[in-house]
């Protein structure tokens, strides 16, 4: 049994292996940070980043990971060598990917995913959060349009979802990890807001429409598995 901690200390995502051999597959923005959450849960795991001066900082700290250097959204066939996985972490992966891109992406990660296996993949700028909301509120009430690199590098809940279901796999559970509006958390001093967060995050009542959150998706097993 494989137990991956994807959300705070209290949210822990286990995944079962056949084999008893898990592999799991993390592709961010992040690797060192995403695999600092997970390592030593896996027999195998594989990290990807587009930096290779980030990969060369993990492979100091993490010498039994293996690390490829590629972009999984312009190149998705990168995949196609390796693997099927267990476990796959996308962290601050979707939303920064040019649209056209974000669902072909998926689809290869998805291909290299085991039968049952489980996706956890955040969305660190939904479009339509609270903090969404507030931004396209200030920009009427200023009479200017939204940002067009800010449209473009955001991704609605929905959205996402769609684009998940799209590639075959079943959305489980999500999570929001903050909620309150960036700008006006400067304004307000940690003591104040940090406990709402906290609140907001164990309540997990609205989380479609968190700023940061965790999606949960699994790999269906075929029905005469």
């Not at 822990?12 to 051999?21: A, H, I, P, Q, Y």
């Not at 980043?49 to 980030?54: F, I, T």
């Not at 349009?145 to 959205?159: E, F, L, M, N, W």
Request: net charge neutral; glycine share 8%; charged share 25%.
């Amino acid at each position: 049994m494989l137990g991956g901690l994807v959300e705070r200390e209290s949210h822990v995502v286990e995944v079962e292996s056949e084999d008893g051999v898990a592999k799991q597959f993390e592709a961010d923005g992040g690797v060192e940070e995403a695999i600092g959450f997970v390592d030593g849960l896996a027999n195998t795991t594989i990290g990807v980043d587009v930096s290779e001066a980030m990969l060369e900082s993990a492979r100091k700290r993490f010498p039994l990971v293996g690390f490829i250097c590629g972009d999984v959204s312009r190149t998705p066939h990168l995949l196609d060598q390796i693997g099927p996985f267990d476990l796959v972490t996308l962290w601050r992966f979707i939303a920064p990917a040019e649209p056209a891109l974000r669902l072909e992406a998926l689809s290869a990660v998805s291909r290299r995913m085991q039968e049952g296996a489980i996706l956890v993949v955040n969305n660190n700028a939904n479009s339509r959060s609270l903090h969404g909301v507030a931004l396209g509120l200030r920009a009427r009430v200023k009479g200017s349009p939204p940002r067009r690199d800010r449209a473009q590098s955001s991704i609605s809940h929905r959205q996402l979802c769609q684009h998940l279901e799209s590639v075959g796999l079943v959305v489980e559970e999500t999570r929001g990890i903050c909620y309150l509006p960036e700008h006006a958390t400067r304004r307000m001093p940690s003591w104040l807001w940090a406990p709402i967060e906290r609140l907001l995050g164990r309540l997990n009542v609205v989380p479609n429409y968190a700023v940061n959150q965790l999606i949960i998706a699994r790999r269906p097993r075929s029905k005469d598995g």
